[in-house]
């Protein structure tokens, strides 16, 4: 490449999933207890170099298939019930989907999760 090193690339993908869930909270707590559902939005991203001869740093079809794998999880399933989840906080959500992806994806450098409907989100990076 001309003497010129490879650049970092940082690739994403993004999903939905509509869930539902209740939450113990010192605010909004009647709301909260009762079951009431989302639309969660979520990107995952990875980053490296291309590998010189696919020019990849991962196919994105292996990113898609894994993410397709997880949702099946969380797709409109009781959030309370999800194992090793915890309770259903947009922290713990994000963490539970970089524990989850990170074995098939050693890439994965960041997870984010938001509720466009209320406006409030969260990023976990390593």
């Not at 291309?50 to 009781?78: F, N």
Request: glycine share 8%; hydrophobic share 40%.
């Amino acid at each position: 490449m001309n003497g010129v090193s490879m650049m970092m690339c940082e690739l994403s993908q993004t999903f939905f999933f509509d869930a539902a869930h209740t939450l113990d909270r010192a605010i909004e707590t009647a709301s909260s207890k009762r079951i009431h559902g989302h639309t969660y939005n979520a990107e995952v991203f990875l980053t490296g170099q291309p590998d010189p001869t696919t020019g990849m740093v991962i196919d994105l079809g292996l990113v898609r298939r894994e993410v397709a794998l997880l949702r099946e999880q969380l797709d409109h399933h009781l959030l309370d019930e999800v194992e090793g989840l915890g309770p259903p906080t947009l922290e713990n959500l994000c963490q539970f989907i970089f524990r989850k992806l990170l074995p098939a994806l050693p890439a994965l450098t960041s997870v984010r999760v938001w509720r466009t409907s209320i406006g409030d989100g969260c990023r976990v990076s390593r």
